[in-house]
């Protein structure tokens, strides 16, 4: 299938991927006056006394915001917020169907932080939480602290955390096949923008100790130039501070991560990797190196972004049911506690099926996953002490 084509024809006639359908039926006086005034001012009344009842009295409880500033739109980049209206729609369904999540799409026309900070701010009360979508770094790092640091409710940018949460669970799987060990395994990952800093951040709270983030200029080392978030993952890895590119990053190396560009990595690049190498080249639609070519240089488990590929490492695993556990337990935040909960309950999936080199991760249908992150995000929400219910 001509999967653009035939996409760009049904956009045209769905005319739209999410509506608002009403939950109350209003089809007489009686049933108008009790959804609306007079008797509505009653509600109204409550909150005002008590904010908190707001998320009792509306859908609020249940609602959540997909916002964009239209700059780093899946592999488009800038192409405005306007055009990124059909992604965010299509979270929105995502939101939906797989965690049971009322989601709107907000597209901001500002490319400046602190009025794209602002104005999701002052809407923020008439949701339960917020999900940052396709803004570009290092603009995202810094929106989304200011935003977590001004709102009660949690501020979530998908594009790195959603993503690292997955590359988690898939990893800490991967690790297991091939007889690796969290701790001593030897981690590159290619991409040093939104994706690959929090990848990093959330494996070394998994645990990995030897860890090296490469970028177009090479591998990231301390006194080099480059943006704040990125001068911070500096410090935490590569403590030896070697210094070379992406082929010498990888050499010797346990596992390669990819959220950069098409085709960079060769054969060549793999075979210098230690044995039983786990590759995930995730740039999509186009991996950094075809999982063919990656398993006959030696690679003994390969993981894209791709639903035609084994181990497909997709976002919808975990944004879904993290936030559905997040709204459950009425929780301030997601924090890195509720992060982890949520990679290891999607590991605890596929491990309960009996992992190989060709299954690492739970499929996008599976429909134990959405109940299994809402669980052990809620319960991670409750320990932490970010819950209120």
């Known amino acids: 299938m001509d999967y653009a084509k035939e996409s760009l024809r049904l956009h045209e006639q769905w005319q ?11 089809t007489n006086r009686e049933e108008l006056s ?10 109204c009344l409550e909150i005002q006394k008590d904010y908190s009842r707001s998320f009792e009295l509306t859908r609020r409880h249940n609602l959540v915001a997909v916002i964009t500033d239209g700059t780093a739109v899946l592999g488009l980049g800038d192409i405005g917020p306007e055009a990124g209206m059909p992604v965010m729609e299509g979270k929105c369904a995502l939101f939906k169907a797989f965690g049971g999540v ?14 794209f900070v602002r104005t999701v701010y002052l809407i923020s009360g008439s949701f339960g939480g917020i999900n940052l979508e396709d803004i570009a770094a290092p603009r995202c790092f810094e929106i989304e602290r200011k935003l977590k640091e001004l709102c009660d409710i949690p501020v979530f940018h998908d594009d790195q955390h959603g993503t690292a949460i997955v590359v988690g669970a898939a990893l800490i799987n991967a690790l297991k096949v091939a007889g690796k060990k969290m701790e001593k395994a030897s981690v590159v990952i290619n991409g040093a ?6 990848i990093g951040r959330h494996l070394m709270g998994l645990g990995i100790r030897h860890l090296k983030m490469v970028d177009k200029c090479g591998i990231l080392c301390s006194g080099a130039q480059m943006n704040p978030a990125q001068a911070e993952i500096a410090r935490l890895t590569n403590p030896e501070n070697f210094k070379g590119g992406l082929a010498d990053a990888m050499k010797g190396a346990d596992v390669f991560i990819g959220v950069s560009a098409p085709h960079i990595v060769s054969k060549e690049m793999i075979a210098s990797m230690a044995k039983g190498a786990i590759v995930f080249p995730m740039a999509n639609p186009v991996p950094e190196i075809e999982p063919e070519e990656a398993k006959e240089a030696g690679a003994l488990i390969v993981g894209t972004g791709r639903s035609d590929h084994p181990n497909q490492i ?6 879904p049911g993290l936030f559905r556990g997040a709204l459950d337990v009425r929780a301030r935040d997601i924090n890195e506690e509720m992060k982890r909960a949520a990679s290891f309950a999607l590991s605890a999936l596929a491990a309960e099926d009996g992992l190989s080199a060709d299954y690492i ?10 109940p299994a992150v809402a669980k052990a995000a809620a319960e991670a929400a409750r320990e932490s002490g970010v819950a209120r219910l």
């Open 314 to 319: 997709n976002n919808v695993l975990a944004f």
């Open 193 to 198: 923008g939104s994706a690959g800093i929090a």
């Open 34 to 43: 009790l959804a609306y005034t007079p008797g509505v001012a009653q509600p």
């Open 102 to 115: 009322d989601a709107f799409p907000l597209c901001v026309r500002s490319k400046d932080v602190d009025e």
């Open 16 to 26: 739209g991927k999410i509506e608002v359908v009403s939950r109350v039926p209003v």
């Open 361 to 370: 991760l739970p499929l996008a249908f599976d429909k134990r996953v959405g």
